[in-house]
């Protein structure tokens, strides 16, 4: 089969967890024997490449500069510009013939509309994969309590209540222009809720990275109208270092002691960056040796204390490295992950991992068997369940060798490419 995955962003301008699962679902599409092209936008990259098997087709946008590597700055409002949705549409199309492809896969939210646009081009079956929950709303403030969009959701409410309660988490003490936030929360509402929400029905299969992601789409009221619907599971990554050795090197470039505690993420309320450092000057208290260590930028400053580490942005294997060099990986997000990488990375290195019961991470671990779940936004549960790992580090190295062997049974990339090759012989079929 011949199939094009279609992503806003890809290596080496990629912007976070869904750019390494496309990649990784690329490969394991390749390995099975069938032909994969990738669909991108060209933020500065060769126009055409080749990587593991799989090639690379890269279209301009107009009045877009090439970026430097990594996540393409203002790149949301680039993406959502109506202008650059008809050009997308009709470069996806213009690729696609080229490649003549079998499928259009799109991996994001930002290539909806393009998507649906090349599907009426070119007469080829158009699947969604759902990674997130910003098709029910840009502001992510109404689902850090609920997991649902509320019944009173709507403009007034967006600029009474969303958009303030946006500024109190993520904008204080920040010189930013807020009529400006506020304007850009609601043409991104508008985007969703007038426009993507309701191209879904011209989507030929939805694809949920779990169970709990499409359940907080369903309870919503989205996919009342969507012909087909299932959950497939992200790709794990191939290797993730996980022996003594490994870990003692990253430690050493690093220049990391002590029993380690990992954040990787985005440092915003969001992810729960202000709770995992709340939760680490309470497990301070006990264990004064432990280092707590953050990979990731954001909104969230952190404090220039001893026992805290701040790593800042790294490339990619340099994070993989790191899981073997920590005692306990910590994923308190506050926003429901779909299916969070970090954790599956995690657990793929035989790393124990804390995190919050939110969206699909409680299909991920298995509370007390392969990983301990605690109430999001709760620091003191976060600070007692890391404390219990560094107080127990047998327990530890058995919550991770369950999580690896979880990885490679319920999750191997087998069962996923299995379905997943399924689903494009029925909609194409259809």
Known sequence: MRIALVNEFFAPHASGGAEGSTEALARALVKSGHHVVVITPNWGAAAVEARDGMRIRRFRLPFVRARPPGPPAHAQRVLTNPLRYVVSGLQIARLARAERVDVLHVQNKHMLVPGVLARALTGRPLLLTIRDTSLIDPTPVCLHAADRRPADCGVRKLWRECAPAYFDEYMRGRRRSRLRT??????????????????????DAIVGVSDGILGIHRRSGLLDRVRRVETIYTIPPLEVPSTPAAGAAARQRHGLAGPIVLFVGKLSPGKGAPDFLAAAERVHARHPGALFVLVGEGQVAVPA????RHLGRLPNADVLALYAAADVVAVPSVIPDAFSRVVLEAMTAGRAVVATAVGGTPELIEDADSGLLVPRRDPPA????????LDEPALAARLGAAARRRVATRFASEASVERLLALYAAVRAA
């Open 182 to 203: 506020r304007l850009a929360f609601l043409y991104g509402w508008l985007d969703a809720t007038y426009v993507r929400q309701r191209l879904l029905p011209s989507v």
């Open 305 to 308: 204390v001893s026992w805290l």
């Open 382 to 389: 976060l600070a007692a369940a890391i404390a219990r790992l």
